[in-house]
């Protein structure tokens, strides 16, 4: 191979590099939020974010996506097991929790402790500040309309 051939294949690979992180950067549905956000905020989201990957398989954020588990959509304030189009588990319904900071970490320290007889599938997040940043991401984005540019 030339050296001409050589400089076009390595600006070639160059160029579909860079295509694909600006690509990656637009399709990032947290974008408006982390824009919003301060560095240090910013990078606690992302460890927030990092946590929340094993909510993803029985759980949604868009409220559109049935799953397993209920939409974390419109979670900060609402009543346990009233998640609209979930039935959940007669425990969950009786315990009388409204979602909020406390409530959630106690929940997701130790779900079956926290409300036995409740489905959910997961034995729990005991690293305090794994759990501190994964309520973090979760205040900013289960807001309802905050992934799609509105203010977080």
Request: glycine share 10%; net charge positive.
């Amino acid at each position: 191979m030339t050296r001409r051939a050589m400089r076009i294949r390595r600006v070639r690979s160059g160029v579909l590099a860079l295509l694909l992180l600006v690509c990656a950067g637009c399709s990032d549905p947290d974008r408006a939020i982390l824009a919003s956000l301060d560095e240090p905020s910013a990078a606690r989201f992302r460890r927030g974010r990092d946590a929340a990957g094993p909510c993803w398989v029985c759980h949604d954020l868009a409220g559109t996506v049935k799953k397993v588990g209920p939409s974390l959509l419109g979670l900060y304030g609402r009543p346990a097991g009233r998640a609209p189009d979930y039935n959940a588990s007669p425990a969950i319904r009786a315990s009388g929790i409204v979602w909020d900071d406390a409530t959630l970490a106690a929940f997701l320290t130790d779900p079956a402790g926290s409300v036995p007889g409740n489905r959910m599938v997961y034995p729990g997040l005991r690293d305090a500040a794994a759990l501190a940043d994964l309520l973090f991401y979760l205040r900013h984005v289960t807001r309802p309309g905050a992934r799609d540019g509105v203010a977080p």
